[in-house]
C-alpha cells in the first residue's frame, strides 16, 4: 500500500502542475500535442477534440507537456523547420509568443500547485474545521526498537490502566511519571486484549537541553500513545483566511528550509526523495483522510517552490533567461544554452543522486 499512496500523491499533484501549463498555453493559443503523466513508455490515453494526446506513461516520477512545434529544451525552432509552417500553424507554436507569455505560462505549473495546496487546506478546514485541542488516550500506538518499552514487553494497543497504583485518565500522566523518573523502576498495570497484566519497566536516562541552554535528565519508554485531534468548525471567510496564510507560511518555511541546506545552516542528510515522501504518505493515509490530503498539500508547495528556483532546466530556469532576455533584449545564444542547460541536467542529477542517497541511508539506520 505504501507504494499505491505514493503514486497517488505524485500523480495528482504532477497532473495538477502540468494543468497549469496546459491551461495557460491553451489560453494563450499554444497547441498542447502531449500531455503526460510519467515518462516512457505509454500504458493508456486518448485524443481529445483539440488534438492533445492525454496519456499516463510506464514511469511515473513526473511528467510534461509537449507544445506543437518543440524542437529543443528551450522550445525554440531551427530557421528551417520554421519555414515549413504556415502563419496559422507557427502562431500555435510556444516559439512565436512574447516574453510575457512564455514567462506566464511557464510560471503558471508552480502557480497551480500553490493554488491547488491553498484548495486542499481550504476543503479541510471548511468540511472539519480547525485543530482546537488534542485527546491522548492512555493507549500505546507505537514502540521504538531496543527502547525501554521495547525490552519491558509493552505492545501496541496496550491500555494503560494504573501507573505506580496511581489510577490512569490521559496518556499525558503517563508521560509526567515516565519524564520524572529515568533509571527507576515504574510499575504498570495494563489491558491487553481483556487480559490484565502488570509490567516493571524502568525508563531510558535521556539529556535534555532546553531553549535557555539548561540541561536536565529526562525519562524515556520509548513509546507513543493514540490520539484524537477535536476540531472547532470554521465559516467560509476564517477558512479562507486561514488557508491563505498557511499556505503563505508553508511556503515561506519550506523556502526558509532550503536555504539553510544551501548555506550550510542545516545538513543536506535532511533533505528526502520518493522513499521518504512514499513513507510520509501512507504513514499520513493510515492517519485518515485529511492528514493525507494536508502532506499532498504540503508537497504540492515544496513541488511548486522548488520549481521556481533558478536551475536550468526547471521553471524556475526558464523564468530566469526570460528574465535576461528581456533586459538584454537580445536571443540568448545558442552555445550558452548548450552549456546552461548542461549544468542544470548535472544539478538536477546530483540531487537525485543525494536524495535517494538519503532515503537508503534512513532505511538502513
Known sequence: MIIIWFLILLTVIVFVHELGHYFIARLNGVRVEVFSVGFGRELIGFNDSKGTRWKFSVIPLGGYVKFFGDANLTSNLPEEQIKNLSDTELNQTFHIKSLRQKSAIVFAGPLANFIFAFIILFLVLIIKGTPSDIKYYPIINNILDDSAAYNAGFMDNDEIISVNDYKIESFLEVRDFIVSNPSKDI????????????????????????????????????????????????????????????????????????????????????????????????????????????????????????????????????????????????????VFLKYYYGIGMFIIFALMILVNYNDLIKQIN
Open 187 to 334: 510499575y504498570f498495570k495494563i489491558n491487553r486484549n481483556g487480559n490484565i497484566l502488570n509490567i516493571v519497566a524502568k525508563p531510558d536516562a535521556i539529556e535534555v537541553v532546553d531553549k535557555n541552554g539548561a540541561k536536565s535528565i529526562n525519562g524515556r519508554m520509548g513509546f507513543s500513545a493514540k490520539y484524537e485531534t477535536i476540531y472547532d468548525k470554521i465559516d467560509f471567510k476564517d477558512a479562507f483566511l486561514k488557508a491563505t496564510i498557511d499556505t503563505y507560511t508553508y511556503t515561506v518555511k519550506t523556502f526558509e528550509g532550503i536555504t539553510d541546506i544551501i548555506i550550510g545552516k542545516r545538513s543536506a542528510s535532511e533533505l528526502g526523495g520518493p522513499i521518504m515522501i512514499a513513507s510520509v504518505a501512507s504513514k499520513a493515509a493510515t492517519s485518515g483522510l485529511d492528514s493525507y490530503l494536508f502532506i499532498m498539500a504540503i508537497i504540492s508547495i515544496n513541488l511548486g517552490l522548488i520549481n521556481l528556483f533558478p536551475i536550468p532546466l526547471l521553471d524556475g530556469g526558464h523564468l530566469l533567461l526570460y528574465g535576461i532576455q528581456s533586459i538584454s533584449k537580445k536571443i540568448i545564444n545558442e
